[in-house]
């Protein structure tokens, strides 16, 4: 019986020993680490750099061996059975590629074909879902070398998903990408999870990526997990603060209204911080109109990027 594709570390870690002779230190890149993503699930991995993400993902392929702890990938060791587990994962760095630079990308995919053994029909309708779904269509004749990093990206989520993976790992997928390359590989990473059920772990420094895609997110930082919940969770209990942005009609001194706090003022716009424990969204606006002449306004929610960096500059350990 084939175990489900899910992912577990239990007390993972991960040493490097640097520099030699009285300077050599042991540096500890990921520190007592325990997570599972359940079969069908997406999980956003996210952290500063040096915090341990991309290790947490090479070990989780097989490429390096943990110091300390156990790792299962669909039930295997992925350190012990490197070779198997190759052919139930797609891994895509999005600073390295899988594809052969000087030949063009339907080469590349055919030669991929061979290096997984996936046969030919099952290999033929799998590149034209994708061609279809990625619009690879236009370019697959072109060499590797001459694609746009947006073409790249594309061909390089094909190529990880050709022999029809049950787990990808996404090590910052969209880095360098434009607005509408973003925006493709997003969609189809949403409905490679949400209709063929395939487990994602995602790592990125793109926040937007992480608020799109990932329900549940965790949080890394100097190797150790700060931070593992959903990501509204964390957001209420780090950025319980809401902005109500007011356009007056005249431009006019800070406003005074209780349970808020003006920000910042440029003109007739000015920008009120209040929370979620202190006054309701329907109250305040109230209290603005009854001062003011209001001619628009919006709510803006907390930014997640500004609330990761709060855990970090506070340096403590949140519940989940």
Known sequence: MIAPAKVELEHVEKTFVVGRGRKRKVVRAVDDVSFTVEQGAMLGYIGPNGAGKSTTVKMLTGILVPSGGSIRVAGLDPSKHRTELTRRIGVV??????????????????????????????????????????????????????????????????????????????????????????????????????????????????????????????????????????????????????????????????????????????????????????????ALLAEVARVAEVADLSIAEPDIEDVVRRIYTSGQQLAP
């Open 93 to 282: 760095f999005g600073q390295r590629t899988q594809l052969w630079w000087d030949l063009p990308l339907a080469d590349s995919f055919e030669l991929l074909r061979h290096v997984y053994r996936v046969p030919a029909d099952r290999h033929r309708d799998n590149v034209a879902r994708f061609v279809d779904l990625l619009d690879l269509g236009p370019f697959l004749q072109t060499p590797v070398r001459q694609l746009s990093l947006g073409q790249r990206m594309r061909g390089d989520l094909t190529a990880a998903l050709l022999h029809d993976p049950e787990v990808l790992y996404l090590d910052e997928p969209t880095i360098g990408l434009d607005v509408v390359s973003k925006a493709q590989v997003r969609e189809f990473l949403a409905a490679l999870n949400t209709e063929q059920g395939v487990t994602v772990l995602l790592t990125t420094h793109d926040l937007d990526d992480i608020e799109r895609l990932c329900r549940r997110i965790l949080v890394i930082d100097h190797g150790r997990v700060i931070y593992d919940g959903e990501l509204e969770a964390l957001k209420e209990s780090m950025g319980g603060q809401r902005t109500l942005i007011v356009d007056l009609k005249e431009p006019a001194p800070p406003l005074s209204v209780g349970g808020a706090v003006v920000e910042r003022v440029e003109g007739a716009r000015q920008w009120l911080r209040f929370r979620r424990t202190d006054t309701s969204a329907a």
